[in-house]
């Protein structure tokens, strides 16, 4: 079982993730109204317990134990794979699973699993690879938009395994997003100088070595000479960016 806990170590590399990589309101909403009327959801690859509704009942699953132990007091996560969910068929309203699904051993099995067990909705958000060219890391660490592309499966491949029907629905960021994911910051450049908030990004973890200390440097010259003011500027008062995050919602029926 420990060959299906997925690409990334959080044991040794996932120290820091509740604190930067929290629930922003906004997009908690749109995911909390596609629940509908469920009342009973399970979290697959519950992390820290980012996004899940807390006037419903949720069963959080999540193989790492340096995660399980970052989770609020009261909220916990009993451990378990994607792959082999141990709830019987229709056990629960509604399954998400947030964020993780490009970090799954066998994607395809796990996304069965998120139907088998769901008796309504399945809700998947995911990065849109051929959207992640668009956002301004691009020009300073296309290796990150390289890997995070080879990683991120393609949003049409969930939708047609969640459900019979589904939707596809873009998330926009805000630009004070709470949730520390790379393109938060497409409007505060600077926070992603800083190492602890790039540490709660696994994308880093699959460029070349290297690839950080030559961001930080040429993020920093463009910086300080104003040519990424020059270049990007407008993004600082832009209320949401249009990226590549996706809320994919699949129903039986």
Known sequence: ????????????????YARHRRTDPRIAAVIHEAFGAAKTIVNVGAGAGSYEPQDRYVLAVEPSAAMRAQRPSGRPAI??????????????????????????????????????????????????????PRFWLNDYAPEVIAAERKRYPPVTRIAERIGARSQVLNLPIPLDCT??????????????????????????????????ERFVE???????????EERHGHLRTQPSFDGSLRLIVGWPT
């Open 1 to 16: 079982m420990r060959r299906m806990g997925g690409d990334f170590d959080y044991e040794a590399k996932g120290a820091g």
């Open 179 to 212: 949730d520390g994911l790379c393109e938060a910051f497409y409007g505060r450049p600077e926070r992603l100088l800083d190492a602890d908030v790039r540490r709660a990004q696994s994308s880093w973890g699959f460029t070349p070595e290297g690839t950080e």
């Open 79 to 132: 451990h378990g794979f994607a792959e082999a969910l141990p709830l019987d068929d229709r056990a629960v309203d509604a399954a998400m699973a947030i964020m993780t699904v490009h970090q799954w051993a066998d994607l395809d099995t796990g996304l069965a699993e998120l139907r088998r067990v769901a008796l309504g909705p399945v809700l998947v958000v995911a990065g849109d690879g051929e959207a992640l």
């Open 218 to 228: 040429a993020l920093s010259a463009e910086l300080n000479s104003g040519r990424w």
